[in-house]
């Protein structure tokens, strides 16, 4: 990856990270390793958008008492 990809990308998180400060949305700290390792280019956009997920339904099981 390019250093002007990454240098696009950490842009694109602190933007992110912004509006969700401006929203009140926590940014859990899972989240942030997760942004970090796709600005670094170790993670593929797909791969984010699926650990994510996952892990959001795991946190909606819970507080169902499905797990």
Known sequence: MSTA??????????????????EGAPISDFARKLSNSWARGEL???Q?????WLYHQQIAERVNGHA
């Open 48 to 52: 984010v958008q699926d650990a994510l």
């Open 44 to 46: 593929t956009d797909e």
């Open 5 to 22: 990809e990454q240098k696009r990308r950490i842009a694109a998180i602190k933007t992110a990270d912004a509006i969700n400060a401006i």
